[in-house]
């Protein structure tokens, strides 16, 4: 990033901090990290840009630290800016600083985590057979279908790793580097597996493998980054999953892709809210009813209506008498002529 560029950036740092600080709510604070994801996209700060992206997805799910993180995230790029330094650019897979793990609780967890399951069989399936073009495209898919069923969720650190891994498969264009590709997803399938069960963990292990940290907890017992060997399983046929041949390719620009991948994040993540305000009217038109069971209870009780005067009262029998032997004449029986 040039000087110019540095400058342009810095100032937009200045004025959303600015505006943080005199409108502290949680739509302003959506704006500004949006605002800043484009911007930061626009001149290759991608880290940084992603970064923000994630801080607005706290914020669509309501995170109560999102808007502090924010604010924090403000002042360390604009200490950057105004020392001179460049921005923070990491290589996959050393972790971004600011990746946390934070898988949203939702009604859906478990299902996102047994399809994750399930892709990684397909994975490992896949990783059985030839390594060639077509495994690596099967690879791919997988590894695309669990990053967007991620970002539905909320689980940053799978929405990340499997980006960098689709980065690695989407290049693949003869069999030498379809090799390639497949080795280095067979030493990071262990990884795979590890942000299913432990991100954190998952995350510790990559700074280890990166060397920018000292280990703080004992290893795992399944070693890793080598994933555990598992039998061999008959890839799904061509009808299942076809390749994409050069006549069936469509060329998608990566910023449509990953507009539309946040749109669906924005969607998965408003399911919550939905099922918790459909709860909300069943509970509301359970007592709508029994309200209006009240109503007709007391009209019963009070007596049926007439045209003239107040209501006809309900008939009771005379001391002694059966409730059987009382006869209730209607309100609307008019007196017979003679």
């Known amino acids: 990033m040039d000087d110019e560029l540095s400058e342009l950036v810095r100032q937009e740092l200045d004025r959303h901090t600015k505006s ?3 409108q502290p709510t949680v739509a302003n604070a959506r704006a500004i990290a949006h605002s800043m994801k484009g911007a930061l996209g626009l001149v290759g700060a991608r880290e940084p840009s992603e970064a923000f992206g994630r801080i607005e997805r706290r914020l669509v799910a309501g995170d109560p630290r999102a808007q502090a993180d924010l604010g924090e995230l403000l002042g360390r ?5 105004a020392e001179g330094r460049p921005l923070p650019a990491s290589t996959w897979p050393l972790p971004p600083a600011d990746l946390r ?4 609780e939702s009604p859906h967890r478990a299902e996102y985590l047994a399809a994750v399951r399930d892709r990684l069989a397909k ?3 896949a990783l059985s057979t030839s390594r060639d073009e077509e495994a690596a495209r099967a690879v791919f898919r997988e590894v695309h279908t669990i990053k967007g069923a991620a970002l539905a969720v909320g689980d940053d650190v799978m929405a990340w790793f499997c980006h960098g891994l689709e980065e690695r498969l989407r290049s693949v264009a003869d069999p030498p580097a379809a090799r390639r590709a497949l080795e280095e997803v067979d030493t990071y399938r262990g990884v795979l597996a590890e942000i299913v069960d432990e991100p954190e963990h998952a995350l510790e292990t990559l700074r280890l493998m990166s060397g920018t940290l000292r280990p703080s907890r004992p290893p795992l017992r399944t070693p890793l980054p080598l994933p555990p060997r598992r039998p061999a399983v008959e890839v799904p046929s061509d009808s299942e999953s076809r390749a994409l041949g050069d006549a069936e390719t469509v060329r998608v620009s990566i910023g449509v892709l990953e507009g539309l991948l946040e749109r669906a994040g924005q969607l998965g993540q408003l399911r919550a809210p939905l099922s918790s305000g459909a709860v909300h009217l069943r509970r509301a038109g359970d007592g709508a009813r029994g309200i209006e069971r ?3 209870e007391a009209l019963r009780m009070i007596g049926p209506p007439r045209p003239w005067g107040a209501p006809a009262r309900p008939c009771r029998p005379s001391s002694g008498a059966p409730p059987s032997s ?3 004449p209607s309100a609307w029986t008019r ?3 003679r």
């Open 20 to 22: 943080l600080a005199d």
């Open 77 to 81: 790029l604009r200490s950057l800016l």
């Open 101 to 104: 793990a934070g898988l949203d």
């Open 123 to 125: 994975i490992d399936a």
């Open 294 to 296: 009240g109503i007709r």
């Open 326 to 328: 009382r006869r209730c």
């Open 335 to 337: 007196p017979r002529r």
